[in-house]
């Protein structure tokens, strides 16, 4: 949904809006595109994960930790690990 791409969903304006009104999201988890895609916008972490089909013999998989401040992402392969704040209210 986030940075824009040719992958994203096709109303993503649309729901970017909704993430400016909700203030009670604190992040975007999305799967998959290929390649991955990660930003940041208006203070919510938009992370989108990356397939595992782009090569043979690594995988691309990540277990995500939340807690009341942030999210832990554990990255396997070609998925990175990152720890992003939450916005608050």
Do not use: K
């Not at 988890?29 to 595992?52: K, Y």
């Amino acid at each position: 949904m986030h940075p824009e791409d040719a992958h994203n969903v096709w109303n993503f304006r649309q729901l970017l809006a909704v993430l400016s009104r909700h203030r009670n999201v604190v992040a975007w988890l999305n799967g998959h595109n290929h390649a991955g895609a990660f930003d940041v916008f208006d203070g919510v972490p938009c992370l989108t994960f990356r397939g595992m089909v782009e090569t043979e013999r690594t995988n691309a998989y990540a277990v995500v930790h939340l807690y009341p401040d942030r999210m832990e992402v554990v990255g396997h392969g070609r998925e990175p690990s990152r720890i992003h704040p939450f916005r608050s209210g």
